[in-house]
């Protein structure tokens, strides 16, 4: 698999003590691009299928795939998002059948501008209120789930019947959440069944959000 990936470029702030790590990767047509953010996420800036050089990726083609430098594939932002905003990694795979083919006989590449962000984390026991503040900034939130999915998140004075269910899911958690936050400086979110409904019956439940402050 060839894939250039140019290692980190920037380090940039996006809001009081978050960071983001900003980078691009090039990868040749019929391999798979790999993002990968650890304990971050993914934020998809800008990205282009196609060719807009003759050297990226050109070793070994004849000068009749590489000439065309104006190849640009329609809809490859929106492709990219929505396989992997907000995700730890992805797998996109620089193929015509993904974004369809833009230039024929064009050899091509998938450039992807992406940054890893580092997600500020809410948990709130049910029945209190999740507070989440960005101050002069703005709420991005990516991931949120009311339930439970361990046995010792709001377990003090719990009876262990009600902390044993760990696989509970409020589907509609990361929709309401973002209803309530999104793009606000500050919102109030309620760690209620009358909010969520209840996944688990007679389990103790939390809320848990991941989410950043954004200055747009």
């Known amino acids: 698999m060839l894939i250039l990936k140019l290692s980190l470029l920037t380090l940039l702030t996006v809001g009081p003590g978050l960071l983001v790590y900003a980078e691009t990767q090039?990868?040749?047509?019929?391999?798979n691009a790999v993002l990968i953010c650890g304990d971050g996420v993914l934020n998809i800036?800008?990205?282009?299928?196609?060719?807009?050089?003759?050297?990226?990726c050109s070793?070994?083609?004849?000068?009749?795939?590489?000439?065309?430098t104006k190849c640009c594939a329609a809809y490859t932002l929106a492709i990219v998002t929505s396989m992997c905003e907000g995700k730890s990694s992805c797998v996109v795979p620089a193929t015509n059948s993904v974004f369809s083919d833009p230039c024929f006989g064009t050899y091509k590449y998938l450039t992807i501008n992406y940054s890893c962000v580092e997600l500020k984390a809410s948990v709130t026991c049910e029945g209190d209120d999740a507070v989440l503040t960005c101050g002069d900034d703005f709420i991005t939130v990516y991931c949120a789930n009311y339930g439970r999915t361990d046995f010792t998140t709001c377990s003090a004075g719990a009876p262990k019947n009600q902390i044993a269910k760990t696989d509970c899911y409020a589907n509609n958690t990361l929709s309401e959440v973002k209803n309530r936050c999104e793009g606000k400086k500050k919102c109030v979110v309620p760690a209620t069944n009358s909010v969520f409904s209840d996944p688990c019956y007679s389990t103790y439940k939390y809320l848990s959000i991941g989410y950043s402050c954004r200055d747009h």
């Open 26 to 31: 090039v990868t040749c047509q019929g391999d």
């Open 59 to 68: 070793d070994g083609r004849p000068s009749s795939e590489i000439t065309n």
């Open 45 to 56: 800036q800008s990205v282009n299928y196609g060719r807009s050089d003759s050297t990226t």
